[in-house]
């Protein structure tokens, strides 16, 4: 874990931010809303190792938590996100190399993406704040799902070729 | 070595964990830190919003164009041929066409309420990771906005300023589940809170007890305590059920919004409330039904009559419509 890609990935998370909050944001998709921002901070978790991972959720938590319209305490995307990137380094260990397997890749991404929502509501009710109803909050997490898996094909192999270019030689043997 | 790996990360994600519940803890005891670095972003993006604004205003309705596609599909061949005549006219700025109407709506809301008004375009939307309903606006504190302002439309209510930066605000919107609103039943001046559902459908608690509600009841704005952050008056939704369940203390409605808060592209911002209450003045008064009564005009008939008694059902040019 070089201090150099730490940065390259968090300056690479803050434009994916930028695009997230000034375009994205402003298509009304069907079902629920799309974040492509998670998306991408779901991809690159997959592909980092467990010290890695875990450091790249917390920065791209604390980037998430900068949003202006977010009701959440700040800190609170960070604590999920750090959760997310030891969950997701422990299961890529036991999984194994997604390079091989991108279907598997693409599934694991839309199912963190999901699953990051969910414990950001839980831990969101936790501090007592009110998310809506239940039916709302399955719609937006499973609508928000349902678009990363149909992006990610797009996404996952620009993130790939991303994370590429970010490694040292020695990284990549 | 690999234990020492595992070990090292588990450590970091103890430290991280620990950073994140403090700054957590940071924000819930209200420290600045954390609120100027929101309004820092805030003011970062606004320019870019503003700019994207502009570019993708085109294609942020293409979801909801596409699946309305089917319905119009029938309709559109006959449209066609019209259509290619008025191309021309609406190819000129179409976009801004609807922006000035509702503009011009906005406004002539506020001037019937005696409000002076900020008018604003919408620049920016909530991301779905936010869980919140909210939109930014390309007006702010150099324009006279400040925190907890009312914000409307054409049709009534649309928010309430959230936050402010120079340029830029951030408007919670009324479909919020946080979003509360004290209303008053237009027809019978009972008092409830209005509920945001996170869809534009709403509820509606009345607070007598005696209080009746009716399908179609419209609600305006209580109004807040110095106008902050309601000024009263302000059309709110109308009441399409009404729930009778004998279990509640009070009774229940599902109210509809006045204002679609999907499409909005113009909002105006009370910055200064009427000096006086304008009651029920901008309630929306219904259109009314136009009845067309067909009276069959006496036919004479010629000679070759058989009974030569008038027809009992006119042709149809002689229907007056």
Do not use: C
């Not at chain 1, 940065?7 to 944001?25: D, G, M, T």
């Not at chain 2, 700054?23 to 929101?38: A, E, K, N």
């Not at chain 2, 309305?68 to 021309?88: E, I, M, P, Y």
């Amino acid at each position: 874990m070089r201090p150099a890609r730490i940065a390259s990935s968090a300056a690479f998370l803050f434009f994916v931010f930028v695009v997230q909050e000034a375009a994205v944001a402003r298509i009304n998709f069907p079902i629920a809303g799309y974040s492509l921002y998670i998306a991408v901070l779901m991809g690159l978790l997959a592909m980092e190792d467990r010290s890695a991972a875990v450091m790249i959720g917390f920065i791209g938590g604390v980037i998430l938590d900068l949003s202006p319209s977010i009701d959440a305490p700040f800190g609170q995307w960070a604590f999920v996100m750090t959760v997310m990137g030891y969950i997701f380094a422990a299961n890529r260990e036991s999984i194994g190399d997604f390079s091989t397997r991108p279907a598997a890749l693409v599934l694991f991404v839309s199912l963190g993406a999901t699953v990051s929502l969910l414990i950001f509501l839980s831990l969101g009710a936790l501090l007592g704040e009110s998310d809506g109803n239940f039916q709302r909050i399955l719609t937006t997490s499973l609508g928000n799902g349902l678009w990363t898996l149909l992006f990610s094909p797009v996404i996952l192999p620009m993130l790939s070729k991303f994370r590429r270019i970010s490694l040292t030689s020695r990284e990549r043997k | 070595m690999a234990q020492g790996g595992n070990n090292r990360s588990r450590l970091l994600l103890v430290i991280l964990l620990v950073t994140s519940l403090f700054l957590i803890t940071l924000d819930l005891r209200g420290v600045s830190l954390t609120q100027s670095s929101r309004s820092a972003t805030q003011s970062f993006l606004a320019p870019i919003q503003r700019v994207a604004s502009s570019a993708f205003s085109p294609i942020s309705h293409f979801f909801s164009d596409v699946k309305n596609f089917g319905k119009t599909k029938a309709q559109l061949k006959d449209v066609q041929a019209a259509n290619s005549k008025l191309r021309a006219q609406i190819i000129l700025n179409k976009n801004a066409e609807g922006q000035l109407l509702q503009l011009k709506s906005a406004l002539n809301l506020a001037g019937r309420g005696g409000y002076k008004v900020v008018a604003a375009r919408v620049i920016g939307r909530g991301s779905v990771s936010t869980f919140t309903q909210t939109i930014t606006i390309d007006a702010g504190s150099s324009d006279g906005i400040t925190k907890d302002m009312t914000v409307i439309s054409g049709a009534g209510l649309v928010g309430v300023v959230k936050s402010v930066t120079s340029n830029s605000a951030i408007v919670l919107l009324m479909s919020d589940p946080s979003f509360r609103v004290g209303v008053r039943i237009a027809r019978t001046q009972s008092a409830g809170v209005l509920l945001g559902q996170g869809d534009s459908s709403y509820t509606m608690q009345l607070l007598d007890p005696a209080g009746t509600i009716k399908v179609g009841d419209v609600l305006v704005s209580l109004g807040s305590e110095n106008n902050r952050p309601f000024v009263p008056g302000i059309p709110v939704g109308r009441v399409t059920s009404v729930d009778h369940t004998s279990a509640s203390l009070t009774q229940q409605a599902t109210v509809i919004g006045l204002t679609n808060l999907s499409n909005l592209e113009i909002v105006s911002v009370i910055i200064k409330p009427a000096t006086a209450d304008p009651r029920d003045g901008l309630v929306p008064t219904p259109i009314p039904t136009v009845t067309v009564f067909v009276t069959p005009a006496p036919v004479v008939f010629p000679s070759g009559s058989p009974s030569g008694l008038p027809s009992p059902t006119p042709s149809p040019s002689q229907v007056k419509k």
